[in-house]
């Protein structure tokens, strides 16, 4: 999910019409929810299981319980300033910072009505290999995670990204890095039509 993309999706979170039963809208939740995932790269399950207990609001200090994490092992990372503005804008009494009391399909429908709401409409890659159906162009939830671990190979050594991203195996992070150093300088090797470039030229 490339920012471009992730800033659409964001923009159009008053698309959603759930959870319900809240303090605020459902358009602020899922923008904590996702604004949260992007910028951390948890896995949709720990995201949902923050708990308001287990964040420092003054110091950032997260930390996601073993039980919710797919390694069953507690975790802690500091939260970026903009996922902790976020997280106040989402107040209430739960336990945790993003409850939902709706079925599971809801919210993976309610992520979709979201994207279709934004003009998300994906090239699906197994095209050829199968019958498309409507999910096949829009994005997942491990989408977002998949995003932060290429877009921060660069930024982090891979001993701090196996950290951040928590995976088991140093072989599964060095994908992620190899990924990113391949899309290094891509762009310059792109064609780009003539009417594009003078048009960014000013002309």
């Known amino acids: 999910m490339p920012p471009e993309d992730f800033q659409r999706i964001y923009e159009h979170c008053d698309a959603a019409r759930m959870p319900?039963?809240?303090?605020?809208?459902p358009g602020v939740w899922w923008r904590a929810l996702l604004t949260t995932a992007y910028l951390t790269g948890w896995r949709i399950g720990e995201t949902?299981?923050?708990?308001?207990?287990?964040?420092?609001?003054?110091?950032?200090?997260?930390?996601?319980?073993?039980?919710?994490?797919k390694g069953r092992r507690d975790a802690k990372l500091i939260l970026h300033p903009i996922v902790l503005e976020h997280l106040a804008m989402a107040p209430s009494f739960h336990d945790v910072f993003f409850p939902w009391s709706h079925h599971n399909r809801t919210l993976h429908s309610e992520f979709h009505r979201i994207?279709?709401?934004?003009?998300?409409?994906?090239?699906?890659?197994?095209?050829?290999?199968?019958d498309c159906t409507p999910a096949c162009h829009l994005y997942?939830?491990?989408?977002?995670?998949?995003?932060?671990?290429?877009?921060?190979?660069g930024n982090f050594t891979a001993d701090v990204l196996q950290v951040l991203m928590r995976h088991r195996s140093y072989s599964t992070t060095q994908r992620y890095i190899n990924m990113a150093k391949q899309m290094e300088g891509i762009t310059e090797n792109v064609y780009v039509p003539d009417h594009l470039v003078a048009r960014a030229g000013g002309k």
């Open 140 to 153: 997942g939830f491990h989408d977002e995670r998949r995003a932060f671990a290429t877009m921060n190979a």
């Open 115 to 130: 994207q279709k709401a934004a003009g998300i409409h994906l090239t699906c890659p197994k095209a050829d290999e199968h």
């Open 48 to 69: 949902l299981q923050l708990r308001r207990e287990d964040v420092d609001t003054e110091t950032g200090l997260a930390k996601l319980r073993a039980k919710s994490t």
């Open 20 to 25: 319900r039963g809240l303090p605020y809208s």
